[in-house]
């Protein structure tokens, strides 16, 4: 069957493999990216969020057919992961402390265009490696390479959708979530080419980069939230002893 640009579709073995590849490689990485779209969501109302996500997902996806095309080169370039690592544990510990005071009820309401805005800024940071195994398993052909991309907008839309329920009733989800992002950020940066040629990385190192950056978001995150309850608990304070004296 010939689709033209797109390429064309024999029925055979190859093209099954490769299909079953591209589905179990969406399976195997889209919880990542649905955590990070369940936290972006957390605090728009509950019936804007079923929007926020189909149309992040929708958007980074449309972002990722784009930047697959060239990943492969920027993944052998230094300091591409390194910085799309570092944004990520940054987005990691924002959606933690904004969620964190959201459950305290001192957060008001993000917008949609908010949550958007982290949803496909860490979709593509944290996609590469999605992009790649996608891009590997089509081999070179285009109609997989969209279809692969694409399949990954429902398997994310429901996750992060239950993800962002459980959210609300089991807070503890919050930090799992932010913890996981502490740990793919570590991974990506440690595995940036820049990285590899100083030190030579070994699993040993990798494993040591996700926890140490898994700690340093939930660590960091409390600090911040701790910081902020008590320059609360001072305004209050001193809101109170100005009305005592008026």
């Known amino acids: 069957m010939d689709f033209g640009m797109l390429g064309t579709i024999d029925f055979n073995m190859e093209f099954v493999m490769a299909f079953l590849s591209i589905v179990l490689i969406d399976l195997v990485l889209a919880g990542d990216n649905a955590v990070v ?108 390479l969209i279809f692969g991309l694409a399949l990954s907008i429902p398997f994310v839309v429901f996750t992060s959708n239950l993800l962002a329920k459980l959210m609300d009733k089991y807070p503890i989800i919050l930090w799992i979530g932010a913890a996981i992002l502490g740990k793919v950020g570590g991974e990506m940066m440690v595995t940036d080419p820049f990285i590899v040629d100083i030190i030579h990385t070994t699993k040993a190192m990798e494993y040591g980069s996700m926890i140490f950056f898994t700690a340093l978001v939930v660590g960091t995150s409390k600090l911040i939230l701790r910081r902020k309850a008590a320059k609360a608990r001072a305004e209050m304070a001193a809101g109170g002893g100005s009305a005592a004296q008026r």
């Not at 949803?119 to 944290?126: G, L, N, R």
């Open 37 to 144: 779209i369940a936290m972006a969501v957390k605090n728009l109302p509950r019936k804007k969020r079923f929007v926020g996500i189909a149309v992040g997902a929708g958007a980074a996806v449309l972002l990722r057919v784009a930047c697959t095309f060239v990943v492969s080169q920027l993944l052998v370039m230094q300091y591409v992961k390194l910085a799309g690592g570092a944004v990520i544990v940054w987005i990691g510990i924002k959606l933690l402390v904004e969620g964190a005071e959201d459950e305290c009820g001192h957060k008001e309401a993000g917008t949609i265009f908010q949550a958007l805005w982290i949803i496909m800024v860490a979709d593509i940071s944290m996609s590469i490696d999605n992009m790649l195994a996608v891009g590997a398993a089509c081999k070179g052909n285009l109609f997989l």
